[in-house]
């Protein structure tokens, strides 16, 4: 069993429509969380940081964090084409420094 | 430009041909790493860098070799590639996580897709 869990989709949504993603993971340890973007044929970017539990809200993305229940959460609202990508969930330990653990990516599609 | 820069960007090579990908950071970064990147796998890390000298194993380290002389490079050497090592493969580099609450960004380059026949 993987240690980060994400569906790889694709999923497809109308623009304007809110994307839902979420990674499911298994170490307890994890306490930094994080979301990369990745458009094809380029490098991860980060997106959305978050410590320990709760709710981070940048422009159109919310990213949640349910460490009871090993679940993460980011959602774009008012979705653009621009948006259509893969999306990795990463995640680290307190003593791990810069180690992070990545979740498979999901690739989202918006279509105009 | 703040960026981290992989060269060669597409590579094909044959089983046991050594070869190396070259990275290199201008952000004045301590810490650098090597991940690769495989369909359903997500990213993998091969080996990592806390500073000059100073290199330890990833997750996936069999079959790669890393050195850190420079601050800036961080080549990623494969002595015997094999065909399992055909993927996509990424460096990236940050500033060492002191504070635990501060969001140390990594950058990653745009990417080095190698194929061993």
């Known amino acids: 069993q993987k240690e980060v869990e994400q569906d790889p989709g694709p999923l497809s949504v109308p623009e304007g429509a809110i994307v839902s993603l979420n990674c499911t993971y298994s170490?307890?340890?994890?306490?930094?969380f994080m979301w990369y973007r990745q458009y094809s044929r380029k490098g991860p970017e980060l997106l959305m940081y978050t410590y320990s539990s709760g709710n981070k809200e940048d422009g159109r993305f919310t990213a949640q964090v349910d460490k009871s229940s090993k679940y993460i959460s980011l959602f774009i609202r008012d979705s653009q084409p621009s948006d259509s990508a893969t999306y990795l969930c990463?995640?680290?330990?307190?003593?791990?420094?810069?180690?992070?653990?990545f979740g498979g990516g999901t690739r989202v599609l918006v279509k105009p | 430009e703040a960026q981290v820069t992989q060269n060669p960007r597409y590579l094909i090579t044959v089983t046991g041909k050594k070869l190396t990908v070259t990275c290199s950071q201008n952000m004045n970064h301590e810490y650098m790493s090597w991940y690769r990147q495989d369909p359903g796998l997500g990213l993998r890390q091969i080996y990592y860098s806390m500073n000059v000298e100073v290199t330890d194993k990833g997750d996936v380290p069999e079959g790669y070799k890393v050195s850190r002389k420079e601050k800036r490079n961080f080549p990623l050497i494969l002595e015997s590639p094999s065909p399992n090592q055909t993927s996509l493969y990424f460096c990236?580099?940050?500033?060492?996580?002191?504070?635990?609450?501060?969001?140390?960004?990594?950058?990653f380059g745009s990417g080095t897709q190698l194929s061993v026949l």
């Open positions: 170490n307890s340890a994890f306490q930094y």
């Open positions: 990463a995640m680290s330990e307190v003593a791990a420094g810069n180690k992070l653990t």
């Open positions: 990236a580099s940050s500033f060492l996580s002191r504070d635990p609450l501060a969001d140390e960004k990594l950058f």
